[in-house]
């Protein structure tokens, strides 16, 4: 007997057909929800799965990007022969990369611009991420290089050469600029090997030296140094301390290297002409390992060759500057509130330089990024 049946006869049965009636409904009803129910549940524990996975492949293609800016493209210097490190999507092989998996492709390559595209897979959800690059050039072709921000502001002159640096930075549009400004979050200064110029000192001078008039020589100083006013120094002054300028009008025909501070502030006529040692070879003019070089308000300045920094730079307040090299700075350096400012690029005095092993090499190379895209 069929339910239809069941009900007609219980209607017709009175009272207590009527009851059987609405029991047989109750369970009609009852159990049309449990089928709506059980498919509303299994409909969003599905769409909430299919939306894990998904977010997951984004950040395997995320994490799979970062892999291809930094141990495929970071330093190099000729995108056209690239080859990716993965077949096509969903060829074998590919990279794995918990929970998923992706593959790397390279379009559009020319010597200096490429697209990476990375596509992921997280079970059965894809996404993908593309990326264009750009060469920015190498430590040869910057006047200056900040692994910080970058300022000058409040300040007239001239900055001849390309700037880079991986923060912030503000130029005042008083400043001519005759290169190109690029901000690259991925920019590593050159590293130098400090145990080079410790090795170049032929003496040791043991406690705090302190120079007035004429020094000659190649020393390595134990402790702190001071530079008196009129003094000229040639050679190679290590100081394992820091550097003072005491007075006005000093030369340096050489380079001076200082595991502290250097400290050259409200002096005038200070010259830093660093020395070459063989056609192919230039020593720098300062190099400090430690933690600032203050040129404030050190008017007159003459500085010709590579100045390298760990810690931050200031040349604030410095009218008269008159520079010509590179500046590479692994902090900040500011250039504000300055008078006839000059810097001018010059690959003389970035060429060779002792103990920097990666000239040209793996971090000079600079990428600029730009178009990311998510799909």
């Not at 060429?351 to 990024?369: F, H, Y």
Request: aromatic residues 8%.
């Amino acid at each position: 007997m069929t339910i239809l049946k069941k009900i007609f006869t219980a209607f017709m049965q009175g009272e207590e057909g009527m009851a059987l009636v609405a029991v047989i409904m109750g369970m009609l009803i009852l159990s049309a929800i449990g089928v709506t129910m059980t498919h509303f549940v299994s409909s969003n524990a599905a769409s909430a799965s299919d939306d894990l996975q998904s977010s997951q492949a984004f950040y395997v293609a995320e994490g799979g990007m970062q892999y291809v800016l930094m141990n495929q493209l970071n330093g190099d210097s000729d995108y056209s022969n690239n080859v990716s490190p993965t077949a096509a999507p969903f060829g074998a092989p590919s990279i794995s990369l918990n929970p998923g998996q992706f593959w790397v492709e390279y379009l559009n390559e020319t010597s200096t611009s490429m697209t990476a595209r990375v596509t992921a897979r997280v079970g059965n959800a894809t996404r993908a991420v593309q990326q264009a690059v750009t060469l920015g050039g190498s430590g040869f072709k910057y006047v200056t290089m900040a692994k910080g921000n970058l300022s000058i502001t409040n300040t007239t002159g001239t900055v001849s050469g390309d700037v880079v640096m991986s923060g912030n930075y503000s130029i005042a549009p008083t400043v001519t600029m005759l290169g190109n400004v690029t901000s690259n979050p991925n920019l590593t200064i050159p590293p130098l090997d400090m145990s080079v110029y410790r090795n170049m000192t032929t003496s040791t001078y043991t406690g705090t030296m302190t120079i007035s008039g004429n020094y000659t020589g190649n020393t390595y100083i134990t402790k702190n140094l001071n530079i008196n006013a009129g003094s000229t120094i040639n050679g190679v002054l290590y100081v394992h301390g820091n550097v003072a300028f005491n007075g006005n009008n000093i030369v340096v025909n050489g380079t001076i290297v200082t595991d502290g501070n250097l400290n050259c502030a409200n002096r005038t006529g200070l010259q830093f002409i660093s020395q070459p040692i063989d056609a192919n070879h230039q020593m720098p003019a300062i190099v400090v390992d430690g933690n600032v070089g203050d040129f404030t308000n050190a008017d007159n300045m003459k500085v010709r060759g590579l100045v390298w920094s760990t810690g931050n730079l200031s040349l604030n307040n410095t009218d008269n500057l008159d520079y010509v090299g590179s500046f590479m700075v692994d902090g900040n350096a500011s250039f504000d509130t300055m008078t006839n400012f000059k810097l001018s690029f010059n690959s003389t005095y970035v060429t060779g330089v002792p103990g920097m092993t990666d000239l040209g090499g793996s971090n000079t190379a600079s990428m600029v990024l730009s178009g990311w895209q998510s799909y």
